[in-house]
């Protein structure tokens, strides 16, 4: 399956199990994984076994997650849809990115072409997000691309012993029509994969 979403500097591709490699590399760093419940990544089988879990979500229709590729670099990140309801039109998006490419804009592109394919192909009317309350840098960079903070979930994500309240974004079909998400030239190639054309 050849799909791609493409932008100016990055694009988004399906995971293969060859980029293994560059997600240890990205993921083995404490700070990017800071606020997850998983990781840091120790070795290529971490990865691996993440990326073995994605063709089943796919299938299922339960996740779309893909790889940020720059088109000089290389693989930078992975940003994705999750909690998606076909009947309701929404999603969840979430990101994370090497260190090195936090500040330089690439997450407001991946957002951009995230968002192209929400509410295009997909024909999404909601795209949500959630960010821990003490992240301040990922609320900013969420309002600074047109989502609105909706509350506060309490006690939402574990992350081992500990329970976290996390902030609710999102931004709606024609709040994206308006915002500069929507500039961004975006091309998106081949099939979408089935269970969420």
Known sequence: ???????????????????????????????????????????????REYLDRLPAQRAAG??????VAHHEHGPIGITGLSEISRRDRRAIVGSWFGRRWWGTGANGEAKALVAHLAFGPMGLERLGAYTNVEHTRSQSALRGLGFRREG??????????????????????????????????????????????
């Open 152 to 197: 506060v979930l309490r006690r939402w994500h574990r992350h081992g012993d500990q329970v976290h309240d996390v902030a609710m974004w999102s931004i709606l079909r024609g709040e994206w029509e308006r915002s500069r998400l929507a500039e961004v030239p975006v091309e998106i190639g081949g099939s979408l994969p089935e269970a969420f054309a």
């Open 62 to 67: 339960e996740q779309l997650d893909l790889l």
């Open 1 to 47: 399956m050849n799909f791609r979403v493409v932008g100016p500097t990055l694009e988004l591709r399906l995971p293969i199990d060859a980029d293994a490699p560059a997600l240890l590399r990205l993921a083995s760093d404490p700070e990017v994984t800071r606020w997850f419940s998983w990781g840091p990544y120790e070795t290529e089988d971490d990865a």
